[in-house]
């Protein structure tokens, strides 16, 4: 390094040749110079999606609809809370939603199933014989909790699902989001007069939260045209069933799901003029490649 | 350090601390005093430095081994140089290595990482005694992982004293810890004097992550000590060829295309051997593809390796690869180069800047493209087309030393000293400015805090009475650079293998 090689020296009079970007060689440029060709390496913005108004507003549908369907499970509860609806008929409506969306999505599934319907039989089998058996259990099981914490929790919970439901990635629902749902779930059923109110409330919760999702899924992949409908159709049955018990939460809930679909992508598309992404050498190189075909 | 031995107290007759108000910026030492002290070395300036990090021996590293020689180079050329950095289990108090190097080993909680935990505030009683004790005027803090050492760039700051960072690291931008880590860069950095980064991309990457005037950030390489890594080509079976590693094995380090690296190769060259040092969480996928392609008598893992010998798992390759992910500045790929091996690296980080082009093979971060950069150096290994090692580490050698660290390090103290410390209202007014409305307002609180809590230790312990300590160079040099010319560089060898405890 030369006298004037530290930093704060002046830059030199005359520099041999242009600053280069290398470490191994001496030159007689201080240590703290900044060239011309300082950040020439920087990037923005290089692998931001433009998106459009109404592709966003499409894909809103899915988190629309599933937000009606907590409504549609709320409606149901408190029909049969007031003893609107008792349970047989419930049960019924059940398995007429039941049977036809089974066959539809068998329906759409193609040729390639793996698991035999003997399975699914037994599957279904095995779990309405357990809320059977055990709705006695389940209606108890909250007594000694007192009905505000239930209903609070119960609050909770469906939040939670709403929030950790994996919208990217719908079929089959995330453990998390499924849980929380069925949570919720036993502790409104604990509240309602009678086991087999209990029962009936489970099965529509499994409906609800776990078996439709998966249905949407397939539509979604198999009859790409249908599924603004079928959103479009929960979300009305949301609004209506809830109009039926309560008439303000109707209006909330269609203001709600406006906001959702309508003014949350416009904000995203505008936000999106703002977005500021630096790229440069100096990030973490990504492994693109699918390397586990080297181990299996 | 709680005892305080009142009497035999070694004052020099010209302390400038203790004639100026205590939190006002502390002068070097005035060049007649300089002169006093003899030696008729060139006048300049002698700084007091202390170097902070969470990371030093018996830690293993980069940034370890960087301040240590840095150190040793410094104290060579007349400077006083004391380090701090936390306990390391039954490793505390203070401890003295080569050359009166001194290590305070302070009682801080280490968190996460053998990084301490930091509230900005509690570690000010001890890193003031440190710096007042040694009469400390540039404080060099390193590593932007280390909480102590941003801990200790906020109380120098508070106590009026220049302060110096050295970052060793890349980091991005899209994620979440890299907002957070990024914002208290930002405001670690905003006041201090000057900052030094080991390449030129870290350099941009350090402007942008701490929104700095790059005027205030210098670039000085690290270096490698060319004494320690020679080639001895008689070590290497020429019958075969050898590719070396020597990394930790993580995921930065790019171990899973090492993973898809070895099979490819393998089934190619049926004389090709891999010698793998290091030691990490991604051992098993290498184990993994040992396993299936039946590689055991062709790939050794040779686990972690201490740094004494990882010239001599160097010296037995022919090919030194290295496949980072991310690299600030890439100490491996010098030191392989120093050994006399081909080097093949991925071009990533700062690693175009190492090396020149004749001694390194740069290749994209994928499988396909560092085999075919190893195939191109395998059919120049086979042709005999490759220069011999010694003319290699010929060319090597002279490229990064630390004197020539040292040196440029100097010229950043002496730099960093010419400029103010921000009194306190200037600086309150400067976190508000440079660090947004929220962390501004938090972090000028915090620093009116430890304004007021240094006022409080300053009134608990006044400075004249905390004893200054004794030159590891004994009192007023007497046993300074001339009595140490005696001792031999190699002495200087890292790691510190023998220290002595101070009682």
């Given at each position: 390094?030369?006298?004037?090689?530290?930093?704060?020296?002046?830059?030199?009079?005359?520099?041999?040749?242009?600053?280069?970007?290398?470490?191994?060689?001496?030159?007689?440029?201080?240590?703290?110079?900044?060239?011309?060709?300082?950040?020439?390496?920087?990037?923005?913005?290089?692998?931001?999606?433009?998106?459009?108004?109404?592709?966003?507003?499409?894909?809103?549908?899915?988190?629309?609809?599933?937000?009606?369907?907590?409504?549609?499970?709320?409606?149901?509860?408190?029909?049969?809370?007031?003893?609107?609806?008792?349970?047989?008929?419930?049960?019924?409506?059940?398995?007429?939603?039941?049977?036809?969306?089974?066959?539809?999505?068998?329906?759409?599934?193609?040729?390639?199933?793996?698991?035999?319907?003997?399975?699914?039989?037994?599957?279904?089998?095995?779990?309405?014989?357990?809320?059977?058996?055990?709705?006695?259990?389940?209606?108890?099981?909250?007594?000694?909790?007192?009905?505000?914490?239930?209903?609070?929790?119960?609050?909770?919970?469906?939040?939670?699902?709403?929030?950790?439901?994996?919208?990217?990635?719908?079929?089959?629902?995330?453990?998390?989001?499924?849980?929380?749902?069925?949570?919720?779930?036993?502790?409104?059923?604990?509240?309602?007069?009678?086991?087999?109110?209990?029962?009936?409330?489970?099965?529509?919760?499994?409906?609800?939260?776990?078996?439709?999702?998966?249905?949407?899924?397939?539509?979604?992949?198999?009859?790409?045209?249908?599924?603004?409908?079928?959103?479009?159709?929960?979300?009305?049955?949301?609004?209506?069933?809830?109009?039926?018990?309560?008439?303000?939460?109707?209006?909330?809930?269609?203001?709600?799901?406006?906001?959702?679909?309508?003014?949350?992508?416009?904000?995203?598309?505008?936000?999106?003029?703002?977005?500021?992404?630096?790229?440069?050498?100096?990030?973490?190189?990504?492994?693109?490649?699918?390397?586990?075909?080297?181990?299996? | 350090?709680?005892?305080?031995?009142?009497?035999?107290?070694?004052?020099?007759?010209?302390?400038?601390?203790?004639?100026?108000?205590?939190?006002?910026?502390?002068?070097?030492?005035?060049?007649?005093?300089?002169?006093?002290?003899?030696?008729?070395?060139?006048?300049?300036?002698?700084?007091?430095?202390?170097?902070?990090?969470?990371?030093?021996?018996?830690?293993?590293?980069?940034?370890?081994?960087?301040?240590?020689?840095?150190?040793?180079?410094?104290?060579?050329?007349?400077?006083?140089?004391?380090?701090?950095?936390?306990?390391?289990?039954?490793?505390?108090?203070?401890?003295?290595?080569?050359?009166?190097?001194?290590?305070?080993?302070?009682?801080?909680?280490?968190?996460?990482?053998?990084?301490?935990?930091?509230?900005?505030?509690?570690?000010?009683?001890?890193?003031?005694?440190?710096?007042?004790?040694?009469?400390?005027?540039?404080?060099?803090?390193?590593?932007?992982?280390?909480?102590?050492?941003?801990?200790?760039?906020?109380?120098?700051?508070?106590?009026?004293?220049?302060?110096?960072?050295?970052?060793?690291?890349?980091?991005?931008?899209?994620?979440?810890?890299?907002?957070?880590?990024?914002?208290?860069?930002?405001?670690?950095?905003?006041?201090?004097?000057?900052?030094?980064?080991?390449?030129?991309?870290?350099?941009?990457?350090?402007?942008?992550?701490?929104?700095?005037?790059?005027?205030?950030?210098?670039?000085?390489?690290?270096?490698?000590?060319?004494?320690?890594?020679?080639?001895?080509?008689?070590?290497?079976?020429?019958?075969?060829?050898?590719?070396?590693?020597?990394?930790?094995?993580?995921?930065?380090?790019?171990?899973?295309?090492?993973?898809?690296?070895?099979?490819?190769?393998?089934?190619?060259?049926?004389?090709?051997?891999?010698?793998?040092?290091?030691?990490?969480?991604?051992?098993?996928?290498?184990?993994?593809?040992?396993?299936?392609?039946?590689?055991?008598?062709?790939?050794?893992?040779?686990?972690?390796?201490?740094?004494?010998?990882?010239?001599?798992?160097?010296?037995?390759?022919?090919?030194?690869?290295?496949?980072?992910?991310?690299?600030?500045?890439?100490?491996?790929?010098?030191?392989?180069?120093?050994?006399?091996?081909?080097?093949?690296?991925?071009?990533?980080?700062?690693?175009?800047?190492?090396?020149?082009?004749?001694?390194?093979?740069?290749?994209?971060?994928?499988?396909?493209?560092?085999?075919?950069?190893?195939?191109?150096?395998?059919?120049?290994?086979?042709?005999?087309?490759?220069?011999?090692?010694?003319?290699?580490?010929?060319?090597?050698?002279?490229?990064?030393?630390?004197?020539?660290?040292?040196?440029?390090?100097?010229?950043?103290?002496?730099?960093?000293?010419?400029?103010?410390?921000?009194?306190?209202?200037?600086?309150?007014?400067?976190?508000?400015?440079?660090?947004g409305a929220f962390a501004g307002f938090i972090f000028s609180f915090l620093a009116v805090i430890d304004f007021l809590f240094l006022f409080f230790l300053q009134w608990l312990h006044p400075d004249h009475l905390i004893d200054v300590a004794v030159d590891a160079s004994g009192p007023h040099s007497c046993w300074g650079p001339s009595f140490k010319k005696k001792a031999k560089d190699s002495n200087r060898a890292w790691p510190p293998g023998a220290d002595t405890r101070h009682c």
């Open positions: 390094m030369g006298a004037n090689s530290g930093p704060g020296a002046s830059p030199c009079a005359s520099p041999v040749g242009p600053w280069r970007k290398v470490l191994y060689a001496r030159q007689p440029f201080p240590d703290n110079h900044v060239d011309r060709r300082f950040l020439e390496e920087l990037r923005r913005n290089i692998r931001v999606r433009q998106y459009r108004y109404w592709a966003v507003v499409r894909e809103t549908g899915l988190v629309a609809q599933q937000v009606s369907c907590v409504a549609v499970f709320i409606t149901l509860w408190s029909c049969m809370d007031q003893g609107r609806l008792g349970p047989s008929v419930l049960l019924w409506a059940a398995t007429g939603c039941a049977l036809p969306g089974y066959g539809l999505y068998e329906m759409l599934g193609g040729k390639d199933r793996e698991r035999p319907r003997l399975a699914d039989l037994q599957s279904a089998a095995v779990f309405l014989a357990f809320t059977f058996g055990f709705s006695p259990v389940l209606k108890t099981l909250t007594e000694s909790v007192s009905t505000d914490t239930v209903y609070a929790m119960s609050a909770v919970m469906l939040l939670a699902h709403l929030l950790s439901f994996p919208y990217t990635q719908p079929s089959p629902p995330g453990s998390l989001s499924l849980n929380a749902a069925l949570f919720a779930s036993v502790c409104l059923a604990s509240r309602l007069p009678g086991a087999l109110h209990t029962f009936a409330m489970l099965s529509w919760a499994l409906l609800v939260f776990a078996l439709w999702p998966c249905l949407l899924h397939r539509l979604r992949e198999r009859a790409e045209w249908s599924f603004p409908w079928a959103a479009g159709l929960v979300c009305a049955g949301g609004v209506g069933g809830l109009g039926a018990v309560w008439p303000g939460g109707a209006l909330l809930l269609s203001l709600a799901l406006l906001v959702l679909t309508l003014a949350c992508p416009l904000l995203l598309v505008c936000l999106q003029r703002h977005k500021d992404n630096i790229h440069g050498p100096w990030d973490e190189a990504e492994i693109r490649e699918d390397l586990s075909r080297f181990l299996s | 350090m709680g005892q305080k031995k009142r009497s035999g107290r070694v004052h020099p007759p010209t302390c400038p601390s203790e004639t100026q108000p205590p939190a006002a910026a502390r002068t070097l030492d005035p060049p007649n005093s300089s002169k006093a002290r003899g030696f008729g070395r060139e006048e300049r300036a002698r700084h007091r430095i202390c170097m902070v990090s969470d990371f030093f021996y018996p830690n293993m590293g980069g940034v370890e081994s960087h301040i240590y020689q840095l150190s040793q180079c410094l104290i060579e050329k007349g400077h006083k140089v004391v380090i701090a950095t936390h306990a390391y289990g039954n490793r505390r108090g203070i401890r003295y290595l080569t050359n009166g190097l001194k290590v305070y080993y302070l009682p801080l909680q280490v968190m996460y990482n053998q990084s301490t935990t930091t509230t900005c505030i509690h570690s000010l009683p001890l890193l003031r005694c440190v710096f007042v004790r040694e009469r400390v005027t540039v404080v060099h803090a390193h590593s932007s992982f280390s909480a102590m050492a941003h801990d200790a760039l906020f109380h120098a700051k508070t106590m009026g004293l220049n302060t110096v960072f050295t970052d060793h690291s890349l980091f991005g931008f899209a994620d979440l810890s890299s907002v957070l880590t990024n914002k208290l860069l930002t405001v670690s950095l905003c006041d201090t004097n000057h900052i030094v980064c080991v390449s030129y991309t870290s350099k941009e990457n350090t402007v942008l992550r701490a929104a700095l005037n790059p005027d205030i950030v210098s670039v000085i390489p690290n270096a490698v000590d060319p004494t320690d890594f020679t080639p001895d080509p008689s070590r290497r079976d020429n019958s075969k060829i050898t590719i070396v590693v020597v990394s930790r094995l993580v995921y930065r380090k790019g171990i899973d295309l090492l993973g898809g690296i070895i099979p490819e190769l393998c089934t190619k060259h049926h004389d090709l051997y891999f010698l793998i040092g290091g030691e990490g969480p991604k051992r098993i996928v290498l184990e993994e593809v040992r396993e299936k392609y039946q590689l055991h008598d062709r790939v050794r893992l040779l686990g972690a390796l201490d740094h004494k010998d990882v010239r001599d798992v160097l010296v037995q390759g022919h090919i030194f690869l290295n496949t980072s992910l991310t690299e600030a500045f890439c100490m491996a790929i010098v030191e392989g180069a120093s050994c006399g091996l081909q080097v093949v690296s991925t071009r990533v980080g700062g690693i175009p800047e190492v090396l020149p082009d004749e001694l390194v093979t740069l290749c994209e971060p994928t499988v396909s493209s560092l085999c075919a950069g190893l195939e191109t150096v395998i059919a120049r290994q086979r042709s005999g087309k490759v220069p011999p090692p010694a003319d290699i580490h010929s060319k090597v050698r002279t490229l990064y030393t630390w004197r020539n660290v040292a040196e440029r390090t100097e010229k950043v103290y002496d730099l960093a000293c010419r400029q103010p410390v921000l009194p306190l209202p200037a600086r309150l007014q400067r976190l508000q400015s440079h660090c």
